[in-house]
């Protein structure tokens, strides 16, 4: 007989110990296709989050995961201050970045529909917006397809000046002023979201420096602005360049305990998720009197941009872009919040989205309570 604490957790434990409200597994053996999609919370809203195609060692790992990355969208929803709640689905597969079949594709979307809207999907690793429009196929709880079918496009340039007006709020905390003229930021990571970053800091009159392992996309933004208002840094360097802000944009798990003793800048603020690799970061980075912006706050502009796909009018550019500005102003909560209570901000950022979510109650979003329903 073994006791509790040494054997492997059933799978209804994990999902209880998350507090999840609904966890689907599902597969269609004619296309080959397996996957799990996971509703932590429908407190204030119908759940919302991305599609993952991802190769995993084992399905637990894969349950685990959807569950980790299900509960952060809650959280991230309900700190922006959104109407929705958290949910994401993986999609297990050996070869993730193959192209999809539709009748693959129509299958994914079946399970979707069955939840009746509970779950919106959305895009999120190795997927596509050939993917989404391959799910629109059966079921309007889809959003990130074609611009042209009232989509929302890609949402980079919105997380990316979601991302500026969190180093606005870091600005004021920091050096009391949110004008970023004549900061130093170092961007790491010049993808879709860091390139937008890069222009908008120039824009703000902020010295930037950036590092890609593609080289490549550091030289076009160099072209660009000059190499006066754009530096190259080496990858390895990035993270210990001396400058005012640091704007991780390319992968997770940044900051360790190890890391963050590297760090010679004043703040964190940056699109990559999961910067922290644990809560021993968080608290390593209030030790050394370094204000990280979480990184769920600061990014919330993807999801943000997703929630004016069902705006009355429809979807518009110009008021996603607008909407983005409350970052400025949960940045400054989240921070505020943390000094307040001498905590680390991302363990202030995590009690602030599950306050929302707990004082919404035991609501539940159930199929045909009123929603503000995307245009078809
Ligand atoms: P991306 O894949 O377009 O860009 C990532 C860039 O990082 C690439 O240019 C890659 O070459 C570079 N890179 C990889 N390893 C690196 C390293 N060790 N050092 C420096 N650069 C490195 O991805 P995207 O869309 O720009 O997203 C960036 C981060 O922001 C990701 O963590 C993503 O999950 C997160 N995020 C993105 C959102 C979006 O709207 N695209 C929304 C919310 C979060």
Redesign the pocket.
Known sequence: MVTLSERTPDVTELIAARGHEQVVFFADRSVGLRGIIAIHSTALGPSLGGIRFQRYDTERDALVDVLRLSEAMSLKASVAGLHQGGGKAVVLLDDPRAARSEAFLRALGRAVHQLAGRYIAAED?NATQADMDGIALETPWVTGVDVTRGGSG???P??AIGVLHGMHAVGEAVWDTRDLAGRRVVV???????AHLVGLLVEAGASVAV????RA?VERLVAQYGAGVVETLD?DD?IAAPCDILAP????AVLTTTSVERLACAAVCG???NQLLDDAADEALLARGIVYAPDFVV?A??II?IAQEWAPGGYSRANALAAAAVIERTTAQVLAAAREQAMPTGRAAVALGRRRIAEAGDRRWSPGDPIPLRPT
């Open positions: 690793v890609d949402p980079s919105v997380t790491q990571g010049a993808g879709h979201v860091g590092a890609d392992t593609d996309r990858v990035a944009c390319a992968l997770g699109a990559a998720n990014n502009g993807g941009n």
